[in-house]
């Protein structure tokens, strides 16, 4: 009776440790749906909300740069026509969230048959009960 009852306490604990992963994870799954979508819309009101004011990205071409760079980098004709994100794992610690994956770009001036994809490293911060998106990876393949 002792094991059976070590057990469910066990079991318990494991789910409601679980459960509070669970919630942080659908909120930043929801960031990230979020965040492209406001990408494909050019919608940097978005963005800026998403984005921490120490957002900073490690982008395809090698050069680290920031979120008013890269909505510069917009206003100036950087835009695309699709964005497909596929999550792979979200590891959660604290108040860090680490998002990889992959994702597929069309870009909208090129062919819409013409796509990039890349590998992915997203990094949210929980500041005062919000995620914000701090620093980004993405790699061409």
């Known amino acids: 009776m ?3 009852v070590l057990s469910l306490l066990l079991a318990l604990i494991a789910f409601s440790f679980s459960f509070g992963q669970s919630k942080d994870e659908q909120k930043i799954r929801q ?3 979020t ?9 940097t009101i978005t963005l800026r909300k998403i984005w921490s004011p120490e957002y900073v990205i490690n ?8 979120g008013k760079e890269i909505i510069q980098a917009m206003k100036s004709g950087t835009r695309y026509q699709a964005y497909e994100k596929t999550i792979e794992r979200i590891t959660i ?12 770009l069309i870009d909208q001036p090129k062919d819409p048959k013409q ?8 990094i949210w911060i929980k500041k005062k009960g919000n995620w914000y998106l701090i620093a980004r990876q993405a790699t061409n393949i």
């Open 59 to 66: 982008n395809p071409a090698g050069k680290v740069v920031t």
């Open 31 to 33: 960031l990230e749906v």
């Open 2 to 4: 002792k094991k059976v």
């Open 35 to 43: 965040w492209s979508e406001a990408l494909v819309k050019f919608d």
């Open 93 to 104: 610690i604290d108040n860090i969230a680490i998002v990889m994956g992959k994702e597929v």
């Open 115 to 122: 796509s990039t994809a890349r590998r992915i490293t997203n």
